[in-house]
């Protein structure tokens, strides 16, 4: 949000404040704003109407800046398996000879400390059962605040990996962006010669 939404911003919190019974003060409300600034205004909104239609959150009281937070982005097992999803998702669809690349920097981090992308890309599906609870492991761990050394900033595939040991720098390809529907598009365009 920026500052022109925080009065919008401020409106949300004072209905909910109301519907609590809460005082609301200036530092209070700052508080707040400077928690949750770095999310966009619908996001907001959304976990504010969240909020006010669940009837599980009546029984809480007034909703902390952590359950906010967890209210926009989840808490860390529903992360972790989001997560864990894209990643399925891109083995499947893109595979171990092409570099990927993340929006989740943590999700570049935790494969790299699991063998890399294309030791997971190989490894058999009865396998990755198991890998998967070392993965949400690890997410959490380093999603809960435990410093990351190395963020690389795309995951090597087996054409960038040969091609870099072999000296054919000018011939690794661009990773491919994982997202829910970029996998599909970014292959179309590679066989369309785009």
């Known amino acids: 949000m920026n500052s022109t939404e925080k009065i919008e911003f401020s409106k949300g919190m004072l209905v909910l404040a109301e519907i609590y019974n809460r005082k609301l003060s200036e530092l209070l409300l700052q508080t707040y704003w400077d928690c949750l ?11 504010l109407y969240h909020f006010l239609k669940n009837p599980d959150y009546a029984k809480k009281g007034f909703p902390s800046p952590a359950d906010w937070i967890k209210a926009i982005e989840g808490d860390s097992e529903t992360r972790s398996l989001s997560a864990w999803t894209k990643v399925i998702k891109a083995i499947r669809h893109v595979g ?7 929006s989740d ?48 900033d795309h995951l090597t595939g087996q054409i960038e990996h040969q091609n870099r040991i072999h000296g ?7 990773p491919i962006k994982v997202s829910a529907c970029q ?10 010669g785009s």
């Not at 600034?37 to 976990?47: D, E, G, T, V």
């Not at 054919?168 to 661009?174: S, V």
């Not at 996998?183 to 369309?192: P, T």
């Open 168 to 174: 054919f720098e000018q011939y690794i390809p661009l």
């Open 37 to 47: 600034k770095a999310y966009p205004l619908s996001l907001f909104q959304k976990a």
């Open 183 to 192: 996998i599909e598009a970014q292959k179309h365009l590679k066989k369309d």
């Open 96 to 102: 171990q000879y092409e570099s990927v690349t993340f």
């Open 105 to 152: 920097s943590i999700i570049h981090t935790v494969i790299n400390d699991m063998g890399g992308w294309i030791f997971l890309c190989k490894q058999p599906e009865r396998e990755l059962i198991f890998l998967q609870k070392e993965f949400e492991r690890r997410y959490k761990d380093y999603s809960s605040g435990n410093k990351m050394t190395d963020i690389p």
